[in-house]
């Protein structure tokens, strides 16, 4: 039985802000969910946040989430006061193996691999999650006996001149056995500098009951980076897109800079993709063998088939693309968009709610909205689908083959009929048979005594 428990009350005073600080983001995700999602992973039967200051915005921004539970700590008198708060939700106990893993909503980017190591190195003790740093002030110093043994942990305010020099810390990540969990919080107090209560001060308690306290470590220094302002927030986005650039070129990606790519969600990426400088990838974005992204796109919960290429500046929401597509430069595609193999979206281009079948093409200036392109259509530059008449949205339909002449309007609801042509310049708003030629003349004149007008002085 494995209860997870999230320490979230604390002001956040150095964010200079008025969202809690555990709603900020990392890589577009708040702190608290990236530690919910990495707990997760762990199939834990409870998780419980301790909400404080901003208490109401943070359960409202999880009220989805049915299965987390939140407590109120209210004041904030310390960690270990903040984990009594969540003592009344805590399951199991009976068993010698039910463990409770307490997490900081400040600490976004500990990895599941970490809490599980951490876990496994409790047996039937408790466990704590330290790292040795060049420069340890302020962090808790783990105290060891004469034989490595852990003793208990001593806040630097309360440390000695000795006890300053050790440069073990603790991370504040800590795995214990639930049962003796609750009885070790029942027994602390204040009596400290800072007169909190401590959650460090269970360390002193195990040992006392002859637990044993062992120590696991994370497996990246960034995985324990706690973040109270802003500087410390990019410092851990830089580290973390640094680390999805590397698992990226690792699965076999080319990062034309692995410094300038954001991914603020999930990419996946099949052999041989190339991503050029300075793109955002948001969402679940799944990229096919042989893809090409070029610099500065947006791609946001799209799907981009074989071999297709996005040129630079596209902006891609909620789009598919099948197999050797071409998007771009600057395309948008706006959700609901789906591309055949082998058609081919050009500069300017808008494009939204619509299916273009295989090797369609709009290639200059369009837009093209609740539409359906058949097989081969080709869009000529500045081509219009009039798809809303102000208060109701209406569906064009292309038949395979149809050529559309440049600056030609569609007002839909309207079918164009298999390999029909449209004139340059046309305004179609009847249904077209197939075939042949559809214009709309508008007759050309010139006047020969016509004078262009003078700038008045
Ligand atoms: C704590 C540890 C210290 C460790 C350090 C690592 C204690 C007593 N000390 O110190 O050993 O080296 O973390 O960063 O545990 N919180 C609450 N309610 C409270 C107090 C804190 O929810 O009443 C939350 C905060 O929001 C934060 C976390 O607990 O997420 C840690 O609190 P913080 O005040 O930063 O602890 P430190 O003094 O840094
Ligand atoms: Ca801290």
Redesign the pocket.
Same mark, same amino acid.
């Given at each position: 039985m494995l209860n997870v428990v999230i !320490? @979230? @009350?604390? =002001?956040?005073t150095r964010m200079q802000s008025d969202l809690p =600080?555990?709603l900020h983001r990392i890589a577009g995700k708040s702190m608290l969910a990236h530690v919910i999602d990495s707990a997760r992973q762990l199939q834990p039967d409870s998780i419980v946040v301790?909400a404080?200051h901003g208490a109401d915005a943070v359960q409202q921004s999880f009220a989805a989430d049915t299965q987390l539970q939140f407590v109120l %700590?209210q004041?904030? !008198?310390?960690?270990? #006061? @903040?984990v009594q708060q969540a003592v009344p939700q805590l399951l199991g106990g009976e068993n010698p193996t039910d463990t409770t893993l307490i997490l900081?909503?400040?600490?976004p980017l500990v990895q599941s691999q970490t809490m599980q190591n951490l876990i496994d190195a409790r047996a039937q003790g408790m466990s704590v999650l330290t790292e040795f740093l060049p420069d340890p002030t302020?962090?808790?110093r783990i105290v060891r006996n004469a034989e490595g043994a852990i003793q208990r942990?001593v806040? #630097?305010k309360d440390a000695s001149a000795d006890e300053h020099q050790i440069n073990e810390?603790?991370?504040?990540i800590i795995a214990a056995p639930t049962a003796q969990l609750k009885d070790w919080l029942a027994r602390l107090d204040n009596d400290n500098a %800072?007169q909190?209560?401590? !959650?460090?001060?269970i360390i002193g308690f195990a040992v006392q009951d002859q637990v044993t306290v062992s120590a696991a470590h994370p497996q990246f220094g960034w995985e324990?980076l706690?973040v109270?302002s802003r500087l410390q927030q990019a410092q851990l986005e830089r580290l973390w897109q640094g680390e999805q650039a590397r698992r990226l070129m690792e699965a076999g990606v080319t990062l034309a800079d692995p410094a300038r790519i954001d991914v603020r969600g999930t990419l996946t990426c099949g052999r041989d993709v190339f991503i050029d400088v300075g793109c955002v990838f948001e969402g679940e974005v799944v990229l096919g063998d042989g893809v090409q992204i070029g610099p500065n796109c947006v791609i946001k919960n799209a799907r981009l088939g074989t071999n297709t290429t996005v040129h630079a500046f596209s902006h891609i929401d909620q789009s598919q693309a099948d197999e050797s597509v071409s998007i771009g430069p600057f395309a948008r595609l706006r959700p609901g968009t789906v591309l055949g193999d082998q058609s081919h979206i050009g500069n300017f281009v808008e494009v939204k709610n619509s299916y273009f079948a295989a090797q369609a093409k709009a290639s200059h200036l369009s837009y093209i909205g609740d539409a359906v392109v058949g097989l081969r259509v080709n869009i000529g530059a500045g081509v219009i689908t009039c798809n809303y008449d102000g208060a109701n949205k209406f569906k064009t339909v292309i038949g395979d083959d149809a050529f559309i002449g440049s600056d030609s309007q569609l007002v839909a609801p309207v079918t164009i009929g298999k390999n029909t042509t449209i004139a340059a310049g046309t305004t179609v708003t009847r249904d077209t048979d197939d075939n042949g030629l559809v214009l709309s003349p508008k007759k050309q004149e010139q006047k020969a005594d016509w004078q262009r007008p003078q700038k008045t002085k």
């Open positions: !320490l @979230a @009350a604390g =002001k956040g =600080k555990v301790v404080g %700590q004041p904030q !008198l310390g960690t270990g #006061h @903040a900081y909503g400040d600490v302020g962090y808790g942990i806040e #630097h810390v603790n991370t504040g %800072q909190e209560f401590y !959650l460090t001060d324990t706690g109270n």
